[in-house]
């Protein structure tokens, strides 16, 4: 098992060598995530499976955005499920689309006017913001880059 320091480094000679953008973006984003975690001391070996195939992956040439993308959400999900921690902004993707089904939908079908739907998502964003704010304030959230 890597240690935080290992995959850190491992992880900035990839960006260093990294041409396109969008795999520069995610490296850089996993960089912060785990300088993050090693703050918070949270073991790196709790979060297993994820981390070993991030390990493996950085072998590979050329890295796949895909397959980045998905190793950092299956490491946020751990993160969620064992320690009740959230990546950046949360409630505010879950509650925007929530916004629209429980509040949207009801008041355009309400008002006959299907028009209305879109009238959920600022108050779900705004439910969205005020929770990832709470969270924020009680350290449940990471930091975004």
Known sequence: MPTYDSL????Q???????????HKILRQFIHLFEQL???EIPIEE???PIDRLDRFLEIEPLRF???RTLK???HSVLKKKFEILPPHFYRGQWMSLGMVIFGIPLGTALGNIGFMAIGIPIGLAIGVAKDKKALQEGKTLTDI
């Open 8 to 11: 850190i480094s491992r992880l």
């Open 13 to 23: 000679e990839k960006l260093q060598d990294e041409k396109h953008l969008t795999c």
């Open 38 to 40: 090693k703050t918070r």
């Open 47 to 49: 979060l297993g499976e």
């Open 66 to 68: 895909g397959q980045l």
């Open 73 to 75: 959400g299956n490491i």
